[in-house]
């Protein structure tokens, strides 16, 4: 049941946003080809595709972050300020990422003023006139929240709440909220939801991105699909069905590669080498409960979920980074693990290729008194440089100085290097180009070939060609199961969105 009424006014609100046949390129990838899409004031205009699709493109142009190659970005009847005129940007459009951008040392009023000082020319910060303000403003718009509480004890959802707020403060009516119920729990969601539709009221108008399609149901009124950099659906919600919706996204061409493995082994594995029974862990990236699943020496199980549903948390529990309130993990043997972030977990930026490819082997490559024996810490290295096809200039390069594609290679080499019995790797191929892509999923392929037992988390459908078992979560659980490939790809989207529970 939808929430809202989809057929809004009777005469058009001038658009917030428009994006006006825009294109933009990054080397040879089109991100955006061509793509027309207004938001109007007083409306919820979801923003939906798979990853790849092109939103985070239009996101970066509707922000100013990025100029458009061709076509034009106007807001609110006006054509978009320069580039270097951030102060035009941010009272004209505000996006509320799912990384949040409060600093935590500083209060509520602090955080919704940051960088705009109340107080009179040239004088020193009017403190109390700064809260005054700050709470007006959190009265104005319906926000329970302590101005004076400090942004480091505040809940995602109060973030958010600081996050619109401060966008409202400076002027901003075109909002885009980019996966904002991600990390939500229901209750969180509805009142997020209470607070868009009064922000409609006020003649804000909203650009929802999510990936869970029945939100888009219950708070939007029109809708728009990107797949593959191009706009192929528009319209109001109540004239679009969920199968229609879900049929945009995929396509109905086929990927470059088959999606699935061409011949699955389901029979000839090994023992059980990773056992997990009744996980529970509270974590704000995603907190988990009741997981059971198990993954056998040449098996490759993808655990596929959206970004907060959870499934990352459990690679971190495999990998013991964090702690569960209840259930066990048990893991018969070492286990190799490839973080979610390459830059906050995965590498070391300023030490060569070397160094961190054999980070995990430091004890196997140490004489007695905790020497490292360069011979084979090269010897060790070159081989995953040979395996993954990590170019650099030398082994001592810094791994920042590689590309992108390169610096992944290092840290899935890295879990590899230690010749796990167990391998986690959350999002293997994330943000890199697709020579890459396949020198890193052959690499996976091989060692599930040679009897590793393999936990694939992702919700890139490439990835989950090297499966031979899929597992969905939704919001914390698992709730689907795929057993034997090929796999549906619409079956496996709706599952992923929570369209269907059939474990």
Known sequence: ??????TGPATTPAPVGEAENVSKTFGQTRALVDVSLGVNAGECHALVGRNGAGKSTLVSLFTGLQRPDAGAIRLAGQPAPGPADRGAWLARVACVYQKSMVVPPLTVAENVFLNRPVGDRGSLVDWKRMRAQAHELMLEWGFDLDVDQ?????????????EIARALSIGARFLILDEPT??????????LFERVDRLREGGVGVLYISHHLEEIYEICQRVSVLRDGELVLTGKVGDIGLAQLIAAMVG?????????????????????RLEVNGLNVVSRSGSVYDVDLTVRAGECVGLVGLRGSGSSTVGDAVAGLVKARGGSVAARGPVGYVPQDRHQRGFAPQLGVDENLTHTVLGRISGRFGIVSSRRRTE??????QR????????????????????QKVVVGRALAAEPSVLVATNPTVGVDVASKEALLDAIAQVRDRGVAVLVISDDFEDLRVCTRLLVMVRGRITASFDTPPWDRQQLISAVEGLEVAV
């Open 182 to 191: 991600a990390a939500l729990e229901k209750a969180a969601v509805d009142r």
């Open 252 to 272: 109905s061409a086929p990927p470059r590669r088959a999606t699935e493995i061409a011949a699955a082994r389901t029979s000839g594995l090994g023992e059980t």
């Open 150 to 162: 400090e942004a480091s004890t505040l809940t995602v959802e109060q973030r958010q709440i600081v």
């Open 1 to 6: 049941m939808q929430r809202f009424s989809s």
């Open 388 to 407: 993954l096809q990590i170019v650099a200039r030398t082994l001592d390069q810094p791994v920042s100085n590689l590309s992108g594609g390169n610096q």
């Open 380 to 385: 060790i290295a070159m081989r995953e440089v």
